[in-house]
């Protein structure tokens, strides 16, 4: 089983610059992409609109508290896709330092190492010490438990947890729940959370009253995206399930290194951008992973999530910042007055 996911590891990190993707083409929907999108939910209808260059660093002010997800620092990646994957990941600190009201804690959604050596869990603890929010939460990616299933990840970020690494925790009216959907990937890929997990989190969220928000986390997408490159988890619905009754609910993901969202009923679905190197979209390519692009346009398909919640509207607005420059843009995950955008440029 251990050569098997390496096996298919392997082929995820394979260097695609001979994949016959249309890199101009695909730069240029990045670049349309990057303008901004707001999306405006009224009685669950969205549509968009052009959000205004760097207004989104304003998003947060007046909300009762804020957090950042970041995805995906690989360290101790390489290839030419980015060959200084810290020097990105730093960007992304720098970033989140600058931002006018600090957030309070910082959630990373896995594959925080490229190869889950000590060496590269040092070198992102050395780098993220240096951020603002010294409170960080951790779920981890496939690439997290490569050589020992996982035994490094949970001695350093797993203290308190259960099984391979899921908890739970609230902060001022919002319930969190972290969850490890990579320590049995399926065939494919396919992210799995398992009985033990499942069985968990029924019981968890039975604590937690119908108008409670609820923001749900961990590495690969909670939705099936694209089930041929594994992009989604074979028993997300049954989790789901328990999250039906609640009002408001967001799930935020990492593992695909692009920003993808949907809005089902009352359930809002982000994944973020990588701050290591971006990801072909889905079925444009022979396969996933590492895509190189121009070294002028990296940092602009890289990038941090500032999510906000506002109590009044029992909403989290996310705004993601590519690490390349100003443009930012917003999404909410409430309902009747939220807005949702997608931006990776």
Avoid at 56 to 74: L, N, R
Avoid at 170 to 197: R, T, Y
Avoid at 275 to 299: E, H, I, N, R, Y
Avoid at 318 to 336: A, E, M, Q, Y
Wanted: aromatic content about 8%.
């Amino acid at each position: 089983m251990r050569d098997e996911k390496q096996d298919l590891i392997d082929q995820r990190l394979q260097d695609l610059n001979n994949d016959g993707v249309d890199r101009r083409g695909f730069l240029k929907c990045m670049a349309w992409a990057g303008t901004g999108l707001v999306w405006t939910l009224s009685g669950g209808i969205p549509a968009s609109r052009a959000f205004a260059k760097g207004h989104g660093m304003d998003v947060g002010k007046g909300g009762d508290f804020s957090f950042v997800q970041i995805s995906d620092s690989h360290i101790g990646f390489n290839k030419p896709a980015n060959p200084d994957v810290t020097a990105t990941l730093q960007t992304a600190i720098n970033k989140i330092n600058a931002m006018p009201q600090k957030p309070d804690f910082i959630i990373h959604t896995g594959d925080l190492s490229q190869l889950s050596k000590p060496s590269e869990f040092d070198t992102l603890d050395q780098a993220l010490k240096g951020a603002s929010a010294k409170q960080i939460y951790f779920v981890p990616g496939e690439h997290d438990m490569l050589t020992d299933n996982g035994e490094q990840y949970l001695q350093r970020y797993g203290k308190g947890t259960k099984g391979t690494g899921w908890y739970s925790f609230d902060h001022k009216g919002v319930h969190f729940v972290g969850l490890v959907n990579v320590a049995n990937l399926k065939a494919g890929g396919m992210g799995s959370l398992g009985h033990e997990q499942l069985e968990w989190l029924e019981e968890d969220l039975k604590g937690s009253s119908a108008s409670t928000p609820i923001v749900l986390f961990a590495h690969i997408p909670l939705w099936t995206i694209y089930p041929d490159w594994g992009w989604g988890t074979d028993d997300s619905e049954q989790a789901l399930s328990y999250v039906k009754r609640f009002g408001s609910v967001t799930v935020l993901n990492g593992h695909i290194h692009q920003i993808m969202q949907k809005v089902e009923g009352k359930v809002s679905f982000h994944t973020a951008m990588s701050t290591a190197f971006p990801q072909p979209a889905p079925g444009t390519a022979p396969s996933a992973g590492p895509m190189k692009v121009p070294a002028d346009q990296l940092q602009r398909v890289l990038g941090i999530t500032d999510v906000n919640y506002l109590v009044s509207g029992r909403s989290l607005a996310v705004v993601d910042l590519p690490l390349g420059d100003s443009d930012s843009s917003v999404s909410g995950t409430g309902h009747g007055t939220a807005v949702a955008d997608s931006i990776v440029g």
